[in-house]
């Protein structure tokens, strides 16, 4: 626990608005919010990862792959719920367990095509590049048409609680798409299993 420095928290609801049961559509014959984890489970660069879930369906798929994961309150379920509220609530609760990182990153269950390589990029700039230069700060994943996607937020423990917006946002390209529709679902699905 003492050496949870960087930790990855992945919000995954059981259903979606949009599309229905969106986090365990299958990728490579697992549940689309496993196909994600797995790949940071082989980084060198973050400490520990953790889903956090309001459904005890999630939880017993977390329990069979060996997922640490936070129970949270139906209320931050609900679809008015921002994310970042989710990671307050799981940052929280590690802290009940004598776990507080200095880097936070929140990674998406609906973006699987993220590559590792990417992810860990993102965290070195972060750490080398922004952390020594600014107290508040946060980088977010951008797609290649310059909005953000959702794919992954990397922040220090402080930037997470902060009620303002941040004055020293870094930014990283990446090609991920995030999953909202059945469209993109099969779109996606068709891309990764061919590699």
Do not use: W
Request: hydrophobic share 35%; glycine share 2%.
């Amino acid at each position: 626990k003492k050496n949870m420095k960087t930790i990855l928290i992945m919000p995954v609801k059981f259903n979606s608005s949009r599309l229905k049961y969106k986090n365990i559509l299958p990728i490579k014959n697992l549940p689309m919010f496993v196909y994600s984890l797995k790949k940071v489970d082989k980084s060198k660069k973050i400490d520990g990862f953790f889903v956090s879930t309001e459904s005890q369906k999630i939880i017993d798929i977390c329990k069979k792959y060996n997922i640490n994961y936070i129970k949270r309150p139906a209320s931050l379920a609900k679809p008015n719920v921002e994310k970042q509220e989710v990671i307050v609530n799981a940052l929280k609760a590690l802290k009940r367990k004598k776990i507080k990182p200095s880097v936070v990153i929140s990674y998406q269950a609906n973006s699987p095509e993220t590559r590792l390589k990417d992810l860990e990029k993102a965290i070195y700039f972060f750490k080398k590049k922004m952390l020594p230069n600014y107290p508040v700060k946060e980088l977010i994943s951008v797609g290649k048409d310059n909005i953000q996607n959702a794919a992954f937020r990397i922040m220090t423990y402080k930037a997470a609680f902060q009620k303002t917006l941040s004055t020293k946002i870094g930014i990283f390209f990446t090609n991920a798409i995030d999953i909202h529709t059945k469209k993109d679902y099969k779109k996606i699905k068709k891309r990764i299993e061919k590699n």
